[in-house]
C-alpha cells in the first residue's frame, strides 16, 4: 500500500549511523541533495510495513510521566513534523529518521485484538491508557488501516 504524499518535512534521507556504522566514500552524492534543496525534490512513495507485536500495551516507569501505559498504532509519521521527537526511534530499525521515518511506515493491525485479550486477564490492573505517544495515532493511513478506531471499540 504505497500513496503519493505531496508535503514533506525531511528533504533528506541519511543513512542511520546509530547502531550501523556504514562506511562511504564522497563520490559527488552531496549534488543530489542540493537538487533536493535548490529545485524540485523528487517524489517520494509512502509503504506501510505490517509489525506483528506479542503485545500491543507499553508500559512505563518514568517519575516524568504522568502516565503508566500506552499503545503506539503505528510507528513513523506522515505528518513529517521536522522537530518531531521520535525521529530517532527509526534509527533502532537501521532507517533513517529523515524520511524513513515519514515514508517508511510500520502498522500493527493485530492491536485491537491484543488488547482486548490483554485487557480480559484476569491480573490486568484498569488504568488511563495513553494512545500515539511516540506518533500520532490519527496520522493519514489510518483512514485505510483504522487500527486506532479498532482500539477504541475494544
Not at 534521507?13 to 556504514?22: M, T, V
Not at 524540485?40 to 509503504?47: C, Q
Amino acid at each position: 500500500m504505497a500513496k503519493n504524499r505531496p508535503v514533506r518535512g525531511a528533504t533528506l534521507n541519511r543513512e542511520s549511523a546509530r547502531f550501523n556504522l556504514p562506511s562511504t566514500q564522497a563520490d559527488g552524492d552531496w549534488l543530489d541533495e542540493r537538487a533536493a534543496i535548490d529545485g524540485e525534490a523528487p517524489p517520494v512513495r509512502t509503504t506501510v510495513t505490517v509489525e506483528k507485536p506479542r503485545t500491543i500495551i507499553t508500559r512505563n516507569q518514568s517519575p516524568d510521566i504522568a502516565f503508566d501505559r500506552s499503545i503506539n498504532p503505528y510507528r513513523g509519521c506522515e505528518h513529517g513534523c521536522i522537530y518531531c521527537f521520535a525521529r530517532p526511534t527509526h534509527a533502532y530499525l537501521d532507517l533513517s529518521p529523515g524520511l524513513d521515518f515519514e515514508t517508511r511506515l510500520f502498522a500493527k493491525p493485530d492491536a485491537p485484538a491484543l488488547l482486548r485479550e490483554e485487557l480480559s486477564k484476569r491480573s490486568y490492573e484498569c488504568k488511563p491508557i495513553a494512545f500515539g505517544t511516540n506518533t500520532d495515532p490519527y496520522q493519514p493511513i489510518e483512514s485505510d488501516w483504522r487500527i486506532t478506531r479498532g482500539c477504541i471499540e475494544v
